[in-house]
């Protein structure tokens, strides 16, 4: 279908986010050119005020209106506790949870040779810092369950272990609710090897 040149490119624009594909970019176009002027106005004032205000975490690397961020600030979190994620919305993830109360570190990614990213590329370096400054005594290692997230999970517990501090994984295994005949057959076993005692 022929647009005009203007929709055609907001559509393109769209379709460029993560997870937008071009039926689901060409219905938010639509929205946006028939909704009232003032709708379109306040999600850019609020796309580029976001852009504009809107900092990494000098302490953990997330996303943050201020510097250092309002999780590392808080008293009330356990300091001692890290736990490491590969994205800031990894973070919003664990917080979603309402079940950890220590602080994070954000990687920025995940160990990659085939795409070039190696332990230079990510937010290594400040982690061992941190590390290094004595207070912290675990860091849980929250990586996605992917190749490079495993890769990435296995370096950072070789390189952490020698400084004195317990470096954990989180336990991988069924969802809540669901029947074991619908597991596949690594999450059965991944869930298998995390078994706690009851």
Request: charged letters at 25%; hydrophobic letters at 40%.
């Amino acid at each position: 279908m022929q647009y005009s040149r203007s929709v055609g490119r907001l559509i393109e624009e769209l379709a460029r986010l993560p997870g937008i594909g071009p039926k689901t970019a060409q219905r938010l176009a639509f929205h946006l050119v028939t909704a009232p002027r003032e709708a379109a106005e306040s999600l850019s004032r609020a796309i580029l005020e976001a852009r504009d205000k809107l900092v990494f975490c000098r302490v953990c690397a997330n996303i943050a209106d201020e510097n250092p961020c309002g999780i590392c600030r808080d008293q009330n979190r356990d300091h001692g506790l890290i736990c490491v994620v590969e994205r800031p919305r990894d973070v919003l993830a664990v917080e979603k949870a309402h079940g950890y109360r220590g602080l994070y570190h954000v990687l920025n990614g995940s160990l990659s040779p085939l795409q070039g990213v190696g332990p230079e590329e990510l937010n290594i370096a400040a982690l061992v810092t941190r590390v290094r400054e004595g207070t912290v005594r675990e860091v849980i290692v929250a990586t996605n369950a992917t190749v490079e997230g495993e890769a990435t999970a296995l370096y950072l517990a070789r390189l952490l272990r020698p400084l004195n501090v317990r470096v954990t994984r989180l336990a991988f295994g069924l969802p809540v609710g669901s029947d074991l005949e619908y597991a596949d057959g690594r999450t059965l076993a991944r869930a298998i090897e995390g078994r706690r005692e009851v």
